[in-house]
């Protein structure tokens, strides 16, 4: 049972699914931060995706230019459209994709919240830190293929915003908040919390799937 954790390089995934006994690879075109290289693959993450070689794929493809927190970059003055911009974040679509249709069985995509004008299909669901044991909200969206939503494991009533919203809108005089995170790699982490989450649902319903096709040789 080979498990791909594509665009990632904290390997917070990844080590998840190994804790349980899965044979999962993070991949990513930089050198992996989560102290395991033997289990990261430096490299193209949509090769891994389309070799053949993996039961599931988790993948987390780069949202910097289909981000709906980047929309006043992408129309910097009202009305009007940033086209070197839009050029981008339709080629991060086209990444985003093909990840969703490689040749995998279970497959799950997850993204921030996009701009309406990137036209990406509708998510699965939403869910937020603070429903997997941690006091913070961040609104992460799902594209499931043949998976289960993820159900909540811990779920906190006090949280506050972990990435910054409307800084911009300071010099304004708008109320803004600075958040937690402190950098861009920090800030695309996943939560712990959600990764044993994932590891834990998802890979039941894999190894009930091995077990099922056991069951007819």
Avoid at 91 to 111: D, G, H, T
Avoid at 164 to 172: A, E, L, M, V
């Amino acid at each position: 049972m080979k498990i791909l954790i594509a665009c990632e390089e904290s390997q917070e995934v990844c080590k998840a699914f190994r804790k349980l006994g899965f044979e999962a690879y993070s991949c990513d075109l930089q050198e992996c931060s989560g102290e395991h290289p033997e289990w990261h693959i430096l490299g193209d993450a949509l090769k891994e995706a389309y070799s053949g070689n993996y039961d599931m794929m988790i993948a987390h493809p780069p949202c910097t230019y289909m981000s709906k927190a980047g929309a006043r970059w992408m129309y910097p003055t009202a009305g009007n459209l940033c086209q070197n911009r839009y050029v981008k974040a339709m080629e991060a679509k086209e990444f985003f994709l093909q990840l969703l249709n490689a040749p995998i069985q279970f497959i799950a995509v997850e993204n921030p919240t996009p701009l309406k004008i990137v036209g990406l299909p509708k998510q699965t669901q939403a869910i937020q830190p603070y429903e997997y044991g941690h006091e913070y909200s961040k609104k992460t969206l799902l594209w499931l293929k043949n998976l289960p939503i993820l159900s909540p494991t811990d779920i906190k009533s006090n949280y506050k915003p972990y990435l910054p919203s409307n800084t911009g809108g300071k010099k304004r005089g708008q109320s803004y908040n600075r958040g937690i995170s402190k950098n861009s790699k920090e800030s695309s982490k996943t939560f712990s919390g959600v990764a044993k989450a994932m590891a834990e649902q998802w890979g039941e319903v894999l190894k009930a799937s091995i077990r099922d096709v056991s069951l007819f040789k």
